[in-house]
Nanobody, 113 residues
Framework: VQLVESGGGLVQAGTSLRLSCVAS????????MGWHRQAPGKRRELVAS??????YYSDSVKGRFTISRDNDKNTMYLQMNSLKPEDTAVYYCNAVSSWLDYWGQGTQVTVSS
């Protein structure tokens, strides 16, 4: 499974961005997908995930971010609204397939105050 993210950028606080993650390869075997982020000097954290059973959001983004997946396009999205400076990080796409983890290269999101 190969993953490629896009959609990051520099935005002002209070605005929105939509990240995309295109999967290729053995996409039919993907069990779960998610978005993680890593800010400078901090550990990578799970932001949101999506499986056949539903979605999960961290408390820090609940109500502001929405994760979705278009299986026909093999693409996962993260709609980020009401962005805050503390959302600044590199955002990584993740897929779990047959108990293996796959990662994209990351896309930078910078939110200015």
């Amino acid at each position: 499974v190969q993953l490629v993210e896009s959609g990051g950028g520099l935005v002002q606080a209070g605005t929105s961005l939509r990240l995309s993650c295109v999967a290729s390869g053995s996409t039919a075997s993907i069990d779960a997908m998610g978005w993680h982020r890593q800010a400078p000097g901090k550990r990578r954290e799970l932001v949101a995930s999506i499986t056949r059973d539903g979605t999960y959001y961290s408390d820090s983004v609940k109500g502001r971010f929405t994760i979705s997946r278009d299986n026909d396009k093999n693409t996962m999205y993260l709609q980020m609204n009401s962005l805050k400076p503390e959302d600044t990080a590199v955002y990584y796409c993740n897929a779990v397939s047959s108990w293996l983890d796959y990662w994209g290269q990351g896309t930078q999101v910078t939110v200015s105050s």
